[in-house]
Nanobody
Framework: VQLQASGGGLVAPGGSLRLSCAAS????????IGWFRQAPGKEREFVSG????????DGSNSVKGRFTISRDNGKNTIYLQMSSLNPEDTAVYYC?????????????????WGQGTQVTVSS
């Protein structure tokens, strides 16, 4: 059972990135998926999550309207589309899977974690 997060990188302020979270070893169909981020010296923060049926839970107000989570069960992949990025979005982004519904907003709610992908927003 593995989750592989990808799509991070260096982007200028105002830019966009799409992160992907691909699962292997199990189907994501009946899992709730969460995206978290962790900046240096800070706690891991819930960004957004989606249930197996597509119900979305957003995280902090700082990402609402800028980040959009989606899932493609056929590809066993979850996406996080991020736009209007600013330096405060710089962090390692993690995806996580939870065997029960609904979406959890705490790291301890999740059973499986990806390795993280670095997002750096800088000019």
């Amino acid at each position: 059972v593995q989750l592989q997060a990808s799509g991070g990188g260096l982007v200028a302020p105002g830019g966009s990135l799409r992160l992907s979270c691909a699962a292997s070893g199990f189907p994501l169909d009946y899992y709730a998926i969460g995206w978290f981020r962790q900046a240096p010296g800070k706690e891991r923060e819930f960004v957004s999550g989606i249930t197996w049926s597509g119900i979305i839970t957003d995280g902090s107000n700082s990402v609402k309207g800028r980040f959009t989570i989606s899932r493609d069960n056929g590809k066993n992949t979850i996406y996080l589309q991020m736009s209007s990025l600013n330096p405060e979005d710089t962090a390692v982004y993690y995806c996580a899977a939870r065997r029960v519904q609904p979406v959890g907003v705490f790291p301890y709610d999740y059973d499986y974690w990806g390795q993280g992908t670095q997002v750096t927003v800088s000019s």
